[in-house]
């Protein structure tokens, strides 16, 4: 009770000193926008050149400016290390490490296990620990709660421990403290403290589950919806292709339905750290009840499939102009699996680049967000947009629709163009093959 | 360009008559708000007795109310018949008729068809045909285009062919007029012709498809994304319920996300004419380009596994219980497949009810909106709701969650309740076993 009392002063005062473990695209935006609050707040590392860019003042992810990581660092509210010891000094942790999967597709667990193996060589008494990450129903509880409860700490007396899911949407509009935030925990103790701290930061509701294994299904629910939509949208435009239908079209009239229908859009297949990750949680987890959750098998085949789909499509397209392959040039626009941003994780653009290169193609790219790429050990390094660089190329296969590209250059200029994201919309050349239009094939 | 002139004229003036053919949820529904905005409007439907009902001043449909039917039958706006004699005097025809699946689940455009066969008895000079019903992409220009330029109609010039697909949801308090309407026509004059005169009847927004095939499409896409994530959501409710987390639950806090989400709910299957029936259109459609359409048969079966699932939940429950089957009594709350409606086509009570009569169990049912149905020959009525009734048996299952229900009733005199709508929501009795919630299992 003691513990609990002090904790909710500290946080109503905003005194408490939070402490963020995995400074990614999820730990370093939390970070500074606690920080931005007013509280005192640390991050902790284990990568050393994430750390060296902080204290530089240098940002590595677009959501974050420079000058926010800047005036921050210089302030001292925000201060960065590799070593756990700033957990010492901290109210409040929050772990947003990576929940990555194995080569065998199966989620590991262990840079969490890490985490609290590192926390537990401190005195935690009187801490409300957060876990952000996406995880399987159950394991805030059995990950964390049962390794503390084992070395002797009464969770909800002397410890707290809470599980409120991350709802990040890199590149988006929609601001951080806009997103209503689900919080839970493993008493009602720990779930009240997580609550509190919470409506101090965010300006949105703050919703709070009965259950941390709740909210921990709620955040695989909402990236499971997202990626089965998105197949779904990808197994309509192939056939839509087929049929010679445009399918961005039928999208934008369904779209002015006013109930019962969320438009996804068509691409080379979806990409980063969460969509087609997450489904591949709950389906590993599943297992666990012999339960077959095919849909999602389904959801995850399609979207796995859609780089060798658009390869085939642009092996179509060299074959059509009578070009050979191992002797072609293509020019990638944009390696980043979503646009106006620099993260390049679980892209379909480098998974098509690879094929391209074990057929022999001459591969250049162009990417404002990402300044090189390595593929398999080899450095590629985004060429300059221009003419000539576009001339020099067979075919300009446009992966990532950043804002910033100069689309009419390439529209002018390129021989032959992919689109798999309509960016020439309602613009017609019989130059430009579209994915899920079906006029050119 | 004579004929077309005369018919914008009879548009923008309100002279134009209008004939629907087909008088089911759709047609019924679209006649009587054509006809409030003053155009004299014609309906004809083979059925004698919908005709005889209409004529005495009947609805059968819950979206259309007695009163405005008595008004329009009585003020000679509204004329109704089995002849298509009425063809006669109309400048627009509408086809509302039902595309349904044979027994195979293959779909089935004969009434289309017949109804094209009667319509060429008539001079069809100067009109226009619009379909409003859901079928295959290019069947507006197969089965109507090409049948009446057989018979030698110029269209486009003499004769004009329009697709705008319903979008009618029964039961919702969403109005007619406030949904947009999408249209397409075979020519540009068709598509110019169908948009004029619904942007006289809608006060939403209408738009104009590039071609009818991408109009069809589009329909199927949105009913499609209804069964998908219905579907899902199945899936995700038994999975909860083997890990004992309330789905309920889960679906409240993900609809908290304001992006990338849209709330579908658990229930015994979905039902009607619609949703389980369109994505086998395209199912079957998309056949003829040799592609399988994964999602589309996962969607489809999972649906239709849902009303097994529950039988088998219910001699669960009753087992559980100490209760054989065979001398059981069961209540079904609701028959009808959605709430408030009384359409009880494809409904999963139904599906539900007649596995449990083939196994001995004693079957009553309460729907304050369907009088009574017909399994397999034998006539069952509605019986009424009261503490006698519901204690009389064994098991009360909710189907379908009609908001005019006693649910207090039931809730205090219920011996075993399933519910597969979630009507009791937080309030917990170890009696009531809920889909989606793992407790009682």
Redesign the interface.
């Known amino acids: 009770m003691e513990y609990s009392k002090q904790l909710i002063e500290k946080i109503q005062e905003k005194k408490a000193r939070v402490c963020i473990i995995g400074l990614g695209n999820v730990g370093l935006k939390l970070a500074t926008e606690i920080a931005e609050e007013g509280y005192i707040t640390f991050g902790i590392d284990i990568d050393e050149y994430k750390i060296k860019l902080i204290n530089e003042g240098f940002s590595y992810i677009n959501d974050v400016s420079e000058l926010t990581i800047k005036k921050l660092i210089k302030s001292e509210v925000f201060k960065v290390s590799t070593s756990y010891e700033l957990v010492k000094d901290a109210d409040i942790i929050i772990i947003a490490v990576n929940t990555p999967l194995d080569e065998y597709k199966i989620p590991n667990f262990d840079y969490l296990r890490m985490a609290i193996e590192e926390l537990l060589k401190y005195d935690l008494r009187g801490k409300l620990i957060i876990l952000e990450s996406t995880v399987y129903?159950g394991a805030t509880e059995e990950i964390i709660g049962k390794r503390l409860s084992k070395v002797g700490y009464k969770i909800g007396e002397e410890i707290f421990i809470a599980y409120s899911p991350e709802?990040i949407?890199p590149g988006?509009n929609?601001k951080f403290k806009?997103?209503?935030k689900?919080v839970s925990g493993l008493t009602e103790t720990c779930a009240k403290l997580v609550e509190e701290f919470y409506k101090k930061i965010i300006k949105?509701?703050v919703?709070k589950?009965?259950s941390t294994?709740?909210?921990e299904?709620?955040k695989l629910?909402?990236n499971?919806?997202?990626l089965?939509?998105i197949?779904?949208i990808y197994?309509?435009a192939?056939?839509?292709e087929?049929?010679?239908?445009?399918?961005w079209?039928?999208?934008e009239?369904?779209k002015?339905?006013?109930?019962?229908?969320?438009p996804f859009y068509p691409g080379p297949g979806a990409g980063g750290a969460c969509i087609p990750k997450d489904p591949r949680i709950l389906l590993w987890w599943?297992k666990?009840?012999s339960?077959l959750?095919?849909?999602i098998e389904?959801?995850v085949?399609?979207n796995d499939e859609m780089p060798y789909y658009i390869y085939n499509k642009i092996l179509e397209i060299l074959n059509k102009n009578g070009i050979s392959a191992k002797n072609s040039r293509i020019l990638i626009i944009g390696v980043s699996y979503k646009k106006n941003i620099n993260d390049t994780r679980e892209s379909a653009a480098i998974k098509v680049i690879k094929l391209l290169l074990e057929l022999g193609v001459k591969i250049s790219y162009h990417d404002p967000y990402v300044p090189s790429i390595n593929i398999d050990g080899h450095q590629i390094r985004s060429i300059e947009l221009n003419s000539e660089n576009i001339k020099n190329n067979d075919l300009v296969a446009i992966f990532t629709d950043h804002d910033s590209i100069n689309y009419e250059l390439i529209f002018n200029e390129a021989k032959f163009i992919l689109d798999t994201r309509n960016v020439f919309k309602n613009r017609h050349l019989s130059k430009i093959y579209t994915l899920g239009k079906g006029q050119n094939f």
């Open positions: 129903p709802r949407d988006s929609i806009e997103i209503p689900i949105a509701a919703y589950a009965s294994k709740v909210a299904m709620t629910l909402e499971l919806f997202r089965v939509n197949s779904l197994q309509i192939i056939l839509c087929e049929a010679n239908i445009n399918v079209e039928v999208i009239l369904a002015t339905k006013p109930f019962g229908f969320l599943a666990k009840y339960y959750l095919e849909f389904t959801a085949k399609i």
